[in-house]
Nanobody, 121 residues
């Protein structure tokens, strides 16, 4: 089994920064494409950023230029650097692997449990 565990959330003032981390553990052959989603209170979960295995990235329009997704394949880690945070960025942020290679168990979609980011003065 593969688990994704997020960390780094918290309370930050508008304009501030946070760095989220996502650690994969268990039977991980290759993470493959990884992404971050977020879900604000009363809203649907939305895609924030995507990174391929070779480092190509894509962002939601609302975070482009402020957020940066990155990864360390050797450590099975994915990161989300968030700068210039706004109150509307307040949400639970989820790490997601749509097709994680778990070796003997094949390819599996895996979600983390989420980490809360609150942007408020």
């Amino acid at each position: 089994q593969v688990q994704l565990v997020e960390s780094g959330g918290g309370l930050v003032q508008p304009g501030g920064s946070l760095r989220l981390s996502c650690a994969a553990s268990g039977s991980v052959g290759s993470l493959g494409v990884m992404d971050w989603y977020r879900q604000a209170p009363g809203k649907q979960r939305e895609l924030v950023a995507v990174i391929t295995n070779d480092g190509r990235t894509r962002y939601a329009v609302s975070v482009k230029g402020r957020f940066t997704i990155s990864r360390d394949n050797a450590k099975n880690m994915v990161y989300l650097q968030m700068n210039g945070l706004k109150p509307e960025d307040t949400a639970i942020y989820y790490c997601h692997g749509p097709g994680v290679d778990t070796g003997a168990y094949g390819f599996r979609e895996v979600w983390g449990q989420g980490t809360l980011v609150t942007v408020s003065s």
